[in-house]
């Protein structure tokens, strides 16, 4: 009889402040222990930037997984020394690490301690190997590492976990030899979302057509260029409101805000903050429409949600899921600039029958791609074929 198997994931953090890779983790961690996987997540005490976790926030038992926190020492590349000795010591006791992110002090210790010890090991790259990946944020530092640690890293895994065929599409123009596999992200709405919880705390949304952008605040995600759209679109019609939820850099977000202003939009663009649970249902709930202009997104949660509350989405060309929802009649494609997002956004706003019919659609597609028993069925597929033969007929 097969043993039961034993994961081990490893991830920098498990902010929900870094948006979709803290998300996914708990997806991940839900989804295989309902399926029999022996989960344990290793992680840091890191809160966001500059913060760490409170006490009472790192949970040992969460989702069905034990976690394990080890103190966050410096804010690049979470360098957490603490780390090392615990994952010397313990990973033997797993049949497979799963890694989630490159350029990281827990990746690279990870996969060398995982491969010294005969552990095989999984990294999900969480988009670092795309184009914009690599070029964006310290990109020499990016490349240099792909050469002397993270490319060798690559090249021993016993898999790369991709989560669009987008993804891993661009990573291959890097040139560094890996074995690839597409495994899309799993999805889960909060219970039904009233729609008055947001019409009563915002009146002014009431008898509008409503946008929707949510996810991280964050400079690839092209809110500029969709407040700079929206900004075109007041100009023909004044029944439109633009719905941002989402946070990110205090700095950033009055940056956004002060743009806003500029575009005399103010009063039209309704800042929602994060929302989580009711408020987030209550987002999706509101919203005619679901917009997420990025230059790049690896998956694309966000968008996969709002398929799931059956919203019609417009998506830049960037996030990786956006083909599959256009060819799925589920949502529109666009360039990253202003007058594509709004003539996009004006197309879906205009005609009932589209909206509708594309929001059936991408519940539908939603389901049968993005569901948790898929995603669980897959991933243990993958982690079976990788153990070791010793360890994958262990009684």
């Not at 979470?78 to 990973?91: F, H, T, Y």
Request: some cysteine; hydrophobic content about 50%.
């Amino acid at each position: 009889m097969t043993r039961r198997l034993r994961l081990l994931h490893v991830i920098p953090s498990i902010s929900l402040s870094h948006g979709g890779p803290s998300r996914a983790i708990v997806m991940m961690e839900m989804a295989l222990a309902v399926v029999g996987v022996s989960v344990t997540t290793a992680t840091t005490d890191d809160g966001g930037p500059g913060r760490r976790l409170a006490i009472d926030a790192r949970l040992t038992q969460a989702n069905g997984t034990a976690r394990i926190y080890a103190r966050k020492w410096l804010e690049f590349y979470k360098v957490a020394p603490g780390m090392v000795p615990w994952l010397w010591r313990n990973v033997r006791r797993f049949d497979v690490v799963h890694i989630h992110a490159l350029f990281s002090f827990t990746s690279i210790a990870a996969a060398i301690i995982a491969r010294f010890r005969g552990v095989p090991y999984v990294i999900r790259p969480l988009g670092t190997l795309t184009t914009y990946g690599v070029t964006q944020r310290r990109p020499w530092l990016k490349r240099l590492s792909l050469w002397l640690i993270d490319g060798p890293i690559l090249r021993h895994s016993a898999a790369v976990h991709f989560t669009s065929q987008a993804e891993w599409e661009e990573a291959k123009f890097l040139g560094v030899p890996f074995r690839g596999f597409v495994i899309p992200l799993a999805v889960e709405l909060p219970t039904s979302g009233e729609d008055q919880l947001l019409i009563q705390a915002h009146p002014i949304i009431e008898g509008r057509r409503r946008m929707l952008y949510l996810s991280r605040l964050d400079p690839k995600k092209n809110v500029e260029g969709l407040l700079r759209a929206f900004s075109l679109m007041t100009r023909r019609r004044s029944d439109l409101v633009l719905l941002i939820a989402g946070w990110g850099p205090s700095d950033y977000i009055a940056s956004l805000e002060a743009l806003a202003t500029s575009l005399h939009i103010e009063r039209d663009v309704i800042w929602l903050g994060h929302v989580e649970d009711a408020r987030k249902a209550a987002a999706f709930a509101v919203a005619d429409v679901f917009v997420l202009p990025s230059f790049s997104e690896n998956f694309g949660i966000a968008a996969a949600e709002a398929l799931l509350a059956e919203l019609p989405c417009v998506l830049g060309q960037g996030v990786a899921i956006a083909s599959d929802v256009q060819e799925a009649g589920a949502g529109l494609v666009v360039a990253p600039e202003p007058r594509a997002i709004a003539e996009a956004l004006e197309q879906i706003l205009i005609e009932d029958t589209l909206r509708r019919e594309m929001g059936v659609r991408g519940k539908a597609f939603a389901e049968r791609e993005y569901s948790m028993p898929v995603m669980a069925r897959r991933l243990v597929a993958l982690y079976e074929e990788i153990r070791s033969p010793r360890e994958r007929h262990a009684a």
